[in-house]
């Protein structure tokens, strides 16, 4: 039975890496060096948000990137993110984004398949709107449905 330490100790560490528990950060980064797509996600989003590492997002882009070139789909769609939002790290670049977003997409992930519809919106690409958001909606995603309503008719 853990003790108040304990769990608090457990607690902490779960806070600082998304990952496992058992999971340092020099055996996450030993795995992530090895080529360990999960690990270098996890890295990336360490470094993004500054848990356990400082706040780096060139290094969060390097490691989303390792992970996004061997086909993670949440990796991908956090490269997607960082292309599309100022101040992460990297210009703005929607073509960029949309091709992270689009693998990302093209994978089910939901979340890139409803910032893919919003950004063609945004571009009055509506056909293809249609279609990204389209696909979240059909996974339940509310967001979704509600932005598929305000889309001009027809095209």
Do not use: C
């Not at 528990?21 to 690990?39: F, I, R, T, V």
């Not at 989303?64 to 210009?91: C, F, I, N, R, W």
């Amino acid at each position: 039975m853990l003790t108040r330490v304990g769990v608090l100790l457990v607690f902490l560490l779960v806070m600082v890496y998304p990952g496992r528990a058992e999971d340092s950060l020099p055996a996450l980064k030993a795995k992530a060096e090895g080529g360990d797509a999960q690990a270098q996600a996890d890295l990336g989003v360490m470094y993004a948000n500054g848990r356990g590492v400082p706040l780096d997002y060139t290094e969060a882009r390097k490691w989303y990137l390792k992970a996004a070139d061997q086909g993670h789909a949440e990796a991908q769609y956090k490269l997607g993110l960082m292309y599309a939002a100022a101040g992460q790290g990297v210009p703005v670049d929607y073509t960029e984004a949309i091709k992270w977003l689009g693998k990302a997409a093209d994978q089910g992930h939901v979340q890139a398949q409803f910032k893919l519809g919003t950004i063609y919106a945004t571009r009055h690409d509506y056909a293809e709107a249609r279609k990204w958001l389209g696909k979240a909606a059909d996974q339940g995603h509310v967001q979704a449905r509600v932005y598929l309503g305000k889309l001009p008719p027809g095209q």
